[in-house]
């Protein structure tokens, strides 16, 4: 039977301590979740350490990793993220080869994406682009025509809102 | 008052009421096992032959007495021989400490000789793990690590201590242990709903598991079925719960399970899962499990709940809470027909025996069961022998049959007997086993001997390692890989050899009379019977199939 997977984000606001990533990372690898992208951060308080998620399931094995993890005893608190509930963002640098014909084609799509241009030399220039992960695609799929020689992504990181987001 | 690590390990266990513990000492341990010999009077040490006997008797300690074993090791091997005896307790939820030392502190990471991170080796087979290396952290990671062992669905917990740390020293102050963490919160509706169910049911059966025996609910639960006349099974780790002669006791159910349990599960419009956590080796298939059911459960640990079966509905909770607040609400009913049905179903479990077969598996545990009282504690190994014990024991009471079921650890007996001995002292322990089991962990009769334990040890000789021996027969055209080991060990000789006494019976006669003797004696004795190796455990249910496909004969 084919069960559909779906992309979920899920935010772990756990304890600030030695191997805690670890703790919650080889749960999620032990019971079969391979990670799409991790983000680690401080948060505003020092004994607290927020982990950020993204992986692939189905909803029953959703539910059994979320009570998984809640059980260590590192964790304080598991939250589900959607775009209902939350805002999240990503950054994304990218490497292109471009000469001084594509400059200014590249300079045209970063303006409308409103990325940076943050490093450049004769053979090729770095752009940061900070935003939704969909934004990011895009961006990825336009650059795509030009000859991209690395690309290095954040991984989501996000916070629950009180007004519900519309983006 | 100002006291060295290794003083704080003492009186943090004392504080806690612990008097035995079970380990191995070594280089690091060094400090921790000089304040162990200046405290010989305030707490008991049992040095086994290897550390991994050490943690199944602090593991066996824990399933007799339900107080919280306490394991010691050293750094490197010491501390991974522990790894089997704690995954095992992990496995089967039972609470535990261990106590590993490690190099000190500014060798850590180094590769000194010894040293190996065993919190990252145990973090996927321990409740939670520390490293301490400040002695001023010592006692309260301690106090911490009792508190999470007991604390709602159990576990074991280690604590990985720096041999500088256990020399520094630091403040003391005696404590009270820590309060447990509160129980989750049970919703009337859910409990309402639950009552419901049970009132509207009529073909119920309770399904019960390891579970009710950590919530100490026996007495709540023999309430429930005698006021609402529901039939009961039981997994391997809830045997004895419903004692045998209660008639709702189904039997097992499962794998190797009786054809009454594993058919009212079949025919029921209810099953009612307590402590009980439907794995593999019991809903073979989660799809045919229980078919016609509606199925409720009550467990404390929220990911029991839809992880291997859907249910209909759940209450996340302590048992006993559960029982005793809903008894009232339960209707007192008698489900005559019902019982009558599944009642008929318990003699369709027959013992067939070989032709060529002198002594029986079940006549060996039959005599061991008229032979001895209702207090005997029975503790197996893994494979055939487990699954015969299982099957044949006359259960009366909970916390007497101390198997390894979730992990089904070979060698987990002769440990484990050593520690219920040792908890138990009044009470008769028979360590039955297989050939294969025996001697992956016969080194423990060492310590029997040391001990003066009067452990009965007997070995169900069938010269092959049986359990897989009986799947290559069934599924593998008889190509007897790897289990016919050919041993040629004189289980008699080799007791001698020890310190201990040994018998060998062909026949049901010599076995009663070996074990007539063995009774008598005040150390361990090993009792070998022969038996023929192509006697099977049935019925069977095989893998992923249901009960339609179960194997009698």
């Known amino acids: 039977m084919y069960i559909p997977l779906k992309k979920e984000i899920v935010s772990i606001l756990v304890l600030n301590q030695a191997n805690v990533l670890n703790r919650v990372v080889s749960m999620f690898g032990r019971r079969g979740f391979n990670i799409d992208s991790l983000t680690v951060s401080a948060t505003n308080d020092p004994t607290l350490s927020r982990i950020t998620i993204v992986f692939s399931a189905t909803e029953r094995s959703m539910q059994q990793i979320i009570t998984q993890t809640e059980k260590l005893e590192v964790v304080k608190s598991i939250m589900i993220m959607n775009r209902e509930n939350s805002l999240y963002r990503e950054l994304l640098l990218l490497k292109v080869n471009a000469d001084k014909e594509q400059r200014s084609e590249i300079k045209e799509i970063t303006d409308i994406y409103r990325a940076k241009i943050v490093d450049l030399s004769k053979e090729s220039l770095i752009i940061e682009l900070t935003g939704t992960p969909e934004k990011l695609n895009g961006f990825m799929d336009v650059m795509a025509d030009y000859d991209i020689a690395e690309v290095c992504r954040t991984g989501i990181t996000g916070l629950e809102t009180n007004t519900r987001q519309s983006e | ?553």
């Open chain 2, 1 to 553: 008052m100002k006291l060295t690590g290794s003083q704080i390990v003492i009186e943090v266990l004392a504080e806690h009421g612990v008097d035995t513990v079970f380990g191995y000492p070594g280089g690091a341990a060094l400090n921790v096992y000089d304040e162990l010999y200046k405290n010989k009077d305030r707490i008991r040490h049992v040095l086994t032959a290897h550390e991994q006997g050490a943690a199944h008797a602090a593991d066996g300690y824990t399933r007799a007495t339900g107080k919280t074993g306490v394991v010691f090791a050293t750094s490197g091997p010491g501390a991974t021989n522990l790894v089997t005896g704690i995954a095992t307790a992990y496995m089967d939820s039972i609470p535990m400490v261990a106590i590993t030392s490690n190099v000190p502190d500014h060798l850590i990471g180094r590769d000194a000789f010894q040293e190996v991170c065993i919190t990252g080796i145990t973090m996927s087979i321990t409740k939670h793990n520390f490293f301490v290396n400040h002695v001023e952290d010592l006692a309260d990671t301690l106090r911490e690590a009792f508190k999470i062992a007991e604390s709602g669905r159990k576990g074991p917990v280690l604590v990985d201590i720096t041999k500088d740390a256990s020399s520094d020293m630091t403040e003391y102050e005696r404590k009270e242990p820590l309060p447990l963490k509160p129980l989750p919160k049970m919703e009337r509706e859910d409990m309402a709903a639950m009552v419901r169910y049970i009132n509207a049911a009529e073909k119920p059966v309770c399904y019960i598991g390891g579970g009710v025996v950590s919530s100490d609910a026996c007495r709540e639960l023999e309430e429930l079925i005698e006021k609402a006349d529901i039939p009961v099974v039981h997994t391997l780790m809830a045997a004895g719960v419903i004692g045998c002669d209660n008639p709702h006791d189904l039997g097992m159910v499962g794998m190797h399970g009786s054809v009454a349990a594993n058919r009212a599960i079949d025919q029921a419009d209810l099953v009612i899962a307590l402590g009980a956590r439907f794995s593999d080796r019991v809903a073979l298939n989660p799809e045919k499990f229980a078919r016609r059911a509606k199925i409720i459960q009550v467990d404390i640990d929220k990911s029991e709940i839809n992880k291997n079966v859907e249910i209909d509905k759940c209450c996340v909770g302590d048992i006993k809470d559960f029982l005793t607040r809903i008894l009232p609400y339960v209707e007192e009913k008698k489900r005559a027909e019902w019982n009558e049905r599944v009642g008929g179903w318990k003699n369709k479990d027959r013992v067939y025996k070989d032709a060529h077969c002198k002594l029986h598996p079940a006549e060996v545990i039959h005599a061991i069961c008229d032979m001895t009282d209702e207090n005997t504690i029975y503790v197996t190994d893994v494979g055939q022998h487990q699954m015969w014990a299982a099957q044949f024991i006359k259960h009366h009471k909970a916390k007497k049959f101390l198997t390894s079921g979730g992990l089904g650890t070979m060698g987990y007996g002769y440990g484990a007997a050593i520690g219920a001995k040792i908890g138990c002292p009044e009470d008769r322990v028979i360590h039955i086993t297989g050939d294969g089991s025996f001697h992956m962990n016969f080194n423990e009769g060492c310590t029997a001997v040391s001990e003066k334990l009067p452990i009965i040890t007997v070995i169900m000789n069938n010269q092959v390692l049986g359990m897989v021996y009986q799947w290559q027969t069934l599924f593998y055209e008889k190509r007897y890989s790897s289990t016919t080991p050919e041993r040629k060990t004189d289980y008699v000789k080799l007791a001698e050899g020890i310190g201990a006494k040994g018998f060998r019976a062909e026949t049901p006669e010599e076995f009663k009379a070996a074990f007539e003797k063995a009774l008598k004696e005040d150390g361990p004795v090993w009792i070998e019977c022969i038996i023929s190796r192509e006697e099977r455990v049935l019925p069977m249910i095989p893998s992923g199939k249901s009960v339609d496909d179960m194997i009698t004969v």
